[in-house]
Nanobody, 123 residues
Framework: QVQLVESGGGLVQAGGSLRLSCAASGRTFSSYAMGWFRQAPGKEREFVAAISASGGLTYYADSVKGRFTISRDNRKNTVYLQMNSLKPEDTAVYYC????????????????WGKGTLVTVSS
């Protein structure tokens, strides 16, 4: 069974930056794609970014493109989300997610979830 543990959330002012980390254990980390999702208060969970098992392919939601960067270190079994130019509308609980396959094909492929880390962006 895969365990995903997020860290790095917190309170930041608009325009600031945060880096989220997600440490994975269980299954061979380099064999599956990883992603980040978020859920704002009163809203449904939404896709933020994903990265293939090798790290060669990345995907972003339009709302974060150009501001967020997803990366992974397969030696450390960790995926990162660098968030720059944060906006109040980025406030949400951010969830790390693992796919069943090496390439992200959509939310339907997600089989592993972390418990989330809260990001609050003040105006």
């Amino acid at each position: 069974q895969v365990q995903l543990v997020e860290s790095g959330g917190g309170l930041v002012q608009a325009g600031g930056s945060l880096r989220l980390s997600c440490a994975a254990s269980g299954r061979t980390f380099s064999s599956y794609a990883m992603g980040w999702f978020r859920q704002a208060p009163g809203k449904e969970r939404e896709f933020v970014a994903a990265i293939s098992a090798s790290g060669g392919l990345t995907y972003y939601a339009d709302s974060v493109k150009g501001r967020f960067t997803i990366s992974r270190d397969n030696r450390k079994n960790t995926v990162y989300l660098q968030m720059n130019s944060l906006k109040p509308e980025d406030t949400a609980v951010y969830y790390c997610a693992g796919d069943r396959s090496p390439v992200y094909t959509g939310p339907g492929g997600i089989v592993y979830w972390g418990k989330g880390t809260l990001v609050t962006v003040s105006s």
